[in-house]
C-alpha cells in the first residue's frame, strides 16, 4: 500500500490510542506494573500517545496528523475547504478502532483479572465524573477549543516558522496541559474518533465481565468536540491565526 493521507491518518491514530488507551490500561487495570499510579501518568501518557501519533501520520503520508475528526473539522471551517473530512474522518474512526484492538490483546490476562467493569470501559472511552449532560457537553467544548485555539497558536505565521519536528511535541505539551487542566471532568476525550472508535471495540471484543458499553453517555464526546471544533474554527477564520 502506498503512503497516502488516508493511511497517514490511520496508522498515526492507531499508534494514538494504542499508547493513550494504553496507558490506561496500565493504570487502571488489575496487576498490572502500573496500577493505580493515578491521573498524572495517564495525562503524560495521553500527551506522548499524541506526539508519536502525529509523527507516526506524517511519515505515513498525512501532511496535516490531524488525527482527530474536531481538529479536521475546526480546521476545514477555518479555510472553508472541506475536502479532506470524507478521507481523514473514517481514518480516524478506522484507526482509533484497531488501536483500541491492540490495547485489547496487548493486556489479554488483565480484563479477567480486574472486577470492575467500569474500569474497563475507562480504558476504551470517556465518562463523566459528575453525570450532566449540558456541563458535560460544555467540558468537552471548551477542552477542545482549547486544543483547536493552542494548535492554531503553535502554527501562527505571527510567530515565525517552528523548527521542523518541534510542532508534535508542542502539540503534545498542549494537550498534556489540558488533561492536567480540564480533563477532571470528562476524561477530556476532545477527540470523536478517540471515543467512537473504542467503544465500538468495547462493544464487540469478547472482554470478559465488560458490562455496558455506556452508549446513552456516548453522543456527548461526539457532539463537544465538533461544537469546540467549530467555534475555533470561526475563531481562526475572523482573526486568521
Known amino acids: ?14 499508534v494514538l490510542i494504542l499508547l493513550g488507551d494504553g496507558v490506561v490500561a496500565n ?10 499510579s ?3 501518568v495517564i495525562t503524560t501518557g495521553w500527551a506522548f500517545a499524541v506526539t508519536m501519533g502525529v509523527f507516526v501520520a506524517k511519515a505515513f503520508g498525512s501532511i496535516d496528523g490531524h488525527l482527530n ?20 474522518i473514517p481514518a480516524q474512526l478506522i484507526g482509533a478502532f484497531l488501536g483500541a484492538v491492540l490495547v485489547w490483546l496487548h493486556y489479554l490476562p488483565h480484563w479477567a483479572a480486574t472486577p470492575d467493569p467500569g474500569a474497563k470501559l475507562a480504558v476504551f472511552s470517556t465518562g463523566p465524573a459528575i453525570r450532566n449532560s449540558v456541563g458535560n457537553v460544555i467540558s468537552e467544548a471548551i477542552g477542545t477549543l482549547a486544543l483547536i485555539v493552542g494548535i492554531a497558536g503553535i502554527s501562527a505565521k505571527a510567530l515565525g516558522t517552528i523548527a521542523i519536528g518541534l510542532g508534535p511535541y508542542l502539540v503534545g505539551v498542549l494537550v498534556w496541559s489540558i488533561g492536567l487542566s480540564l480533563g477532571g471532568t470528562t476524561g ?7 471515543d467512537l472508535g473504542p467503544r465500538i471495540a468495547h462493544a464487540i471484543l469478547p472482554i470478559p465481565g465488560k458490562g455496558s458499553s455506556d452508549w446513552g453517555y456516548a453522543w456527548v464526546p461526539i457532539v463537544g ?7 475555533g474554527g470561526l475563531l481562526i477564520r475572523w482573526y486568521a491565526l
Do not use: C
Open 1 to 14: 500500500m502506498q503512503l497516502s493521507p488516508f493511511l497517514g491518518e490511520l496508522v498515526g491514530t492507531m
Open 27 to 36: 493504570v487502571v487495570l488489575k496487576q498490572t506494573k502500573g496500577e493505580a
Open 38 to 40: 493515578g491521573w498524572i
Open 69 to 88: 475528526p474536531a481538529v479536521s473539522v475546526a480546521f476545514a471551517v477555518a479555510t472553508g475547504d472541506y475536502s479532506n473530512l470524507a478521507t481523514y
Open 188 to 194: 477530556y476525550a476532545i477527540n470523536p474518533a478517540r
Open 225 to 231: 468536540p465538533l461544537v469546540g471544533a467549530i467555534l
